[in-house]
């Protein structure tokens, strides 16, 4: 059940007139894709839990559909709208073109723009921005990190496996290989894969800053230079497309899934993130502060984990997220700060000077970043706004120590299934705010069906020990 509400004044947009600039954007964007002498144009946007969504037109119908926008029935994308207000459009952000390389090479060359949602309601009337769009819910909190005098910029680190497909392409339960952390062929098959991702990416504009093999057996990373936090969402939702296509191109299928391997390390996405003036000074460094670092940092990361138990559901919103947040696999699970230390939920890199940053740890790949990002920004933002105290850096390892000594010490943990994590964000105000009543209740809906059906599952670990059991 998802419920459309939260259309106010402050929502409304002005009638879709083309000004004489846009008139002048629209043309250099159809010089372009004549140019390119692309075929179809594919319009991308998300759906609640990070899909990719796409509608295809042929390049021919770019003026009219710049203009006017394509229809999509809401009611048939997760987390959208009700049969009974389906009714919206997909408007195209021009500034967004790219072209897909993987198809330049044939008749089918492809490029994308990403979408606005609206309410295909008040076509005549004006424009409603749909305000369970993800991509509007983002833009919303960098709104008000502006009206702040702060940019939110962010660093992520994308993780993935690979693995073997059969025949008839379809993923084995098989990694691609028994490499380990940054190694090479022939133990890391993924390498060319790799390459193949961070040349098509460069050349995409992406400005991908390094690859290499993670620890776990086909585990892959790629991580993305620092930018401001749309940008950085935006190129995401092509990436994992992307990603895959081009392991499929390699006969590997990739995921994203958090972790696919029982007895190896999960797939993250630690995001480094700092908030930059308005004459783009890195407010985060501080010289003469303690740690090198500000008040407004300090403050930043009280927000992060004063929310982080609130947060989770979000940032790690699979069932299989929580198999990754257990001890023994440099996952964090314990809600402390640390410079350097690893084990920490937020750890701040040994950098100073524009380089000040602090790492979220928790996140993986599996969510959807626009949600991700946004309530990260909110809760270091709600942080500087009350000037919460993180406390002191804990610097011991805490994946060295066992469930006493962690109780002992004070330290809390975050939650440990998904089911747990839906009951914090049920009570967060935070979280209702950034997302909107109609994008909470429709998450809620949709995950605490997820886990209703999960807990009904009997597992073959369960099985093995029923004997015994009975």
């Known amino acids: 059940m998802c419920f459309r509400k939260d259309i106010s004044p402050r929502n409304r947009c002005l009638k879709n007139v083309i000004s004489k600039h846009s008139e002048d954007h629209v043309k250099e964007l159809l010089k372009r894709v004549a140019l390119d002498r692309v075929k179809f144009i594919e319009l991308q946007f998300s759906d609640l839990l990070g899909s990719v969504k796409s509608v295809t037109i ?12 394509v229809y999509i029935d809401g009611s048939s994308i997760l987390g959208y709208s009700t049969v009974n207000e389906s009714d919206m459009r997909a408007k ?12 330049l090479n044939g008749e089918r ?21 749909f305000t369970g769009d993800p991509r509007y819910i983002l833009e919303r909190q960098l709104e008000r990190a502006k009206d702040m005098g702060f940019s939110y910029q962010i660093g992520p680190e994308i993780e993935f496996f690979l693995f073997d497909t059969d025949g008839d392409d379809r993923p084995q339960r098989r990694p691609s290989d028994q490499g380990g952390y940054f190694d090479l062929i022939p133990k890391d098959r993924g390498e060319d894969v790799r390459k193949d991702i961070m040349g098509t990416f460069d050349a995409m504009g992406f400005d991908v800053e390094a690859s290499h093999h993670e620890v776990a057996p086909g585990q892959q990373e790629i991580a993305l230079r620092y930018s401001d936090a749309l940008t950085v969402a935006d190129r995401m939702t092509t990436m994992k497309l992307g990603i895959r296509t081009i392991a499929k191109q390699h006969d590997m299928h990739a995921t994203f899934m958090p972790k696919p391997l029982e007895d190896a390390y999960g797939s ?3 995001v480094h993130q700092s908030l930059v003036d308005e004459n783009g000074a890195n407010v985060f460094d501080d010289p003469d502060g303690k740690y090198g670092l500000s008040e407004t940092a300090l403050h930043f990361i009280g ?6 138990k609130e947060t989770c559901a979000i940032l790690t919103s699979h069932i299989n997220s929580y198999r990754r947040l257990i ?10 700060w640390a410079n350097r230390n690893r084990s920490a939920l937020i750890r701040v890199p040994a950098g100073r000077g ?13 969510g959807n970043q626009y949600l991700q990002f946004a309530v990260m920004l909110a809760a270091g933002l709600d942080g500087v706004e009350k000037g919460m105290d993180p406390g002191d850096p804990f610097e011991e390892d805490t994946y060295a120590m066992d469930r006493w000594q962690i109780a002992e010490k004070g330290i809390g943990t975050l939650p440990e299934d998904l089911g747990n994590a839906l009951s914090y964000m049920r009570g967060s105000e935070l979280v209702r705010d950034v997302l909107g009543q109609h994008t909470f209740d429709s998450f809620l809906h949709v995950k605490d069906a997820q886990w209703d059906r999960f807990r009904r599952h009997v597992t073959a670990f369960e099985l093995e020990g029923c004997i015994e059991v009975i």
């Open 58 to 69: 042929p390049a021919r119908r770019l003026e009219m559909v710049l203009r006017d926008g």
């Open 92 to 103: 195209p952000i021009a500034g967004s073109y790219l072209t897909y390389p993987w198809t």
């Open 109 to 129: 060359r492809t490029g994308r723009l990403l979408c606005t949602i609206y309410d295909a309601s008040t076509r005549d009337t004006g424009e409603d921005r």
């Open 268 to 270: 993250a996405m630690h």
């Open 303 to 308: 927000g992060l984990l004063a929310h982080a």
């Open 327 to 336: 001890p023994g696999y440099e996952a964090p699970f314990c809600l402390t």
């Open 354 to 366: 524009n380089s000040t940053r602090v790492e979220h740890r928790n996140p993986d790949p599996a």
